[in-house]
């Protein structure tokens, strides 16, 4: 299966788990306009009037290293985040997936080295299976 798909697989069984976990209706593709100067409209892959939701079906590596890009893609998103308007409540949703050598996942990786760039009002999930946890 080819990555992009993967992804869709994962964002459509995210809208799911999340809609029905939390009673909510998201629309996809969200778009909402931020900036620091002036603003410009990014679109949130789900959201409504009160919730902005990001979801990253990220990895390790087959070699079980760091996959640095996308670290650096979760950090954007944290920008985006922080560009949002106050009132959204606003959320991350990571697929979990342990690496074998320290038994951490992608998103507790992300945290551990990262907190300084998640902003106060961003929560973080992970997805196993069926499962839906907060982790931040």
């Given at each position: 299966?080819?990555?992009?798909?993967?992804?869709?697989l994962?964002?459509?069984?995210?809208?799911?788990?999340?809609?029905?976990?939390?009673?909510?209706?998201?629309?996809?593709?969200?778009?909402?306009?931020?900036?620091?100067?002036?603003?410009?409209?990014?679109?949130?892959?789900?959201?409504?009037?009160?919730?902005?939701?990001?979801?990253?079906?990220?990895?390790?590596?087959?070699?079980?290293?760091?996959?640095?890009?996308?670290?650096c893609?979760?950090?954007?998103?944290?920008?985006?985040?922080?560009?949002?308007?106050?009132?959204?409540?606003?959320?991350?949703?990571?697929?979990?997936?342990?690496?074998?050598?320290?038994?951490?996942?992608?998103?507790?990786?992300?945290?551990?080295?990262?907190?300084?760039?998640?902003?106060?009002?961003?929560?973080?999930?992970?997805?196993?299976?069926?499962?839906?946890?907060?982790i931040?």
């Open positions: 299966m080819k990555n992009n798909e993967k992804g869709i994962f964002e459509k069984q995210v809208k799911e788990l999340f809609e029905r976990e939390y009673d909510v209706k998201l629309e996809a593709e969200y778009p909402l306009e931020i900036g620091f100067k002036s603003l410009k409209s990014h679109k949130f892959d789900f959201g409504n009037s009160k919730i902005l939701l990001e979801c990253k079906d990220y990895s390790w590596t087959s070699g079980n290293n760091i996959p640095s890009a996308k670290i893609h979760l950090k954007e998103v944290m920008l985006y985040f922080h560009l949002a308007p106050k009132n959204y409540k606003k959320i991350l949703i990571l697929n979990r997936n342990i690496r074998g050598i320290n038994g951490e996942s992608v998103g507790e990786y992300f945290i551990r080295l990262n907190k300084a760039f998640i902003p106060e009002d961003v929560e973080i999930f992970e997805i196993e299976n069926e499962n839906i946890e907060k931040y």
